[in-house]
């Protein structure tokens, strides 16, 4: 099935995928009781270490808003703990606790899985050079993504 995509297109179809890969995700995240977006949020702190609410937000595209009230449940369940930054006391650092590494590593087999649905369904990414179109947003919006 081939259409013909206009540029007046691309932002509902944008939403619909970036809706349909979410509720993919959250079905197979649902091992390790987290939506996808707090697991990018676990992932995210995992692998930075303890980052301030400002480098988390830009990492994650996200406002200070939005993200405090999407860290708030994780903090709640003990997830993620929220500590002022030693070297300026106004500063919010949030780190993982070993409970949050524990759900990640939890989840991972939630994330492969929902990855090879992916490609079973659609063949891999990279092979249909929508991974370079991807990167290139993300990069754009400030998100620091490797390619695998």
């Known amino acids: 099935m081939n259409h013909e995509l206009t540029p007046d297109g691309y932002c509902l179809l944008f939403n619909r ?73 106004r500063r919010i650092l949030v780190e993982m606790t070993p409970s949050g590494e524990d759900r990640v590593r939890l989840a991972a087999s939630g994330i492969r899985a929902a990855g090879l649905e992916i490609e079973g369904r659609y063949g891999k990414i990279a092979n249909a050079g929508v991974e370079d179109i991807l990167l290139r947003f993300a990069g754009e919006a400030g998100i620091a993504i490797e390619a695998t």
Request: glycine share 6%.
């Open 17 to 89: 995928a970036a809706r349909a890969i979410s509720r993919l995700y959250n079905r197979h995240l649902i091992c390790a009781s987290l939506t996808v977006g707090q697991y990018c949020i676990l992932a995210t702190v995992l692998k930075s270490g303890p980052i301030t609410l400002r480098d988390l937000g830009d990492a994650l595209v996200i406002e200070r808003s939005a993200l405090l009230r999407a860290l708030k449940p994780l903090s709640t369940a003990g997830l993620l703990q929220s500590t002022a930054d030693p070297s300026n006391q």
